[in-house]
């Protein structure tokens, strides 16, 4: 069982990065599939989710900007990020969930300056 993202960069405040997460072992579509971040000095926060009906749910700061969705022909999870902001700059982790079991993915780095 294993979470892969990737997409991560070093980025201008105000362009764009799509995330990907491929999972493997697992059907992501019986998960909630998650994407969450960590800032330096930071607690890890949720970013945005998608549950099985499809439904997500976003941190306020990234509301409007950020679009997570599931591929799944390719049991892929995706985070579109647009506008980013200097705030945005953290390591992504992506996070399968089903009942008590939680899987984590390594995180890809995203970096946005200003």
């Known amino acids: 069982v294993q979470l892969q993202a990737s997409g991560g960069g070093v980025v201008q405040a105000g362009e764009s990065l799509v995330l990907s997460c491929v999972a493997s072992?697992?059907?992501?579509?019986?998960?909630?599939m998650s994407w969450y971040r960590q800032a330096p000095g930071k607690q890890r926060e949720l970013v945005a989710s998608?549950?099985?009906?499809?439904?997500?749910n976003y941190v306020p700061s990234v509301k409007g900007r950020f679009t997570v969705s599931r591929d799944s022909r390719k049991n892929t999870l995706i985070l579109q990020m647009n506008s980013l902001q200097t705030e945005d700059t953290a390591v992504y982790y992506c996070?399968?969930?089903?009942?008590?079991?939680?899987?984590w993915g390594q995180g890809t780095l995203v970096t946005v300056s200003s």
């Open positions: 072992g697992i059907d992501s579509s019986l998960y909630i």
């Open positions: 996070n399968a969930q089903i009942a008590s079991l939680q899987i």
């Open positions: 998608i549950d099985t009906s499809g439904v997500t």
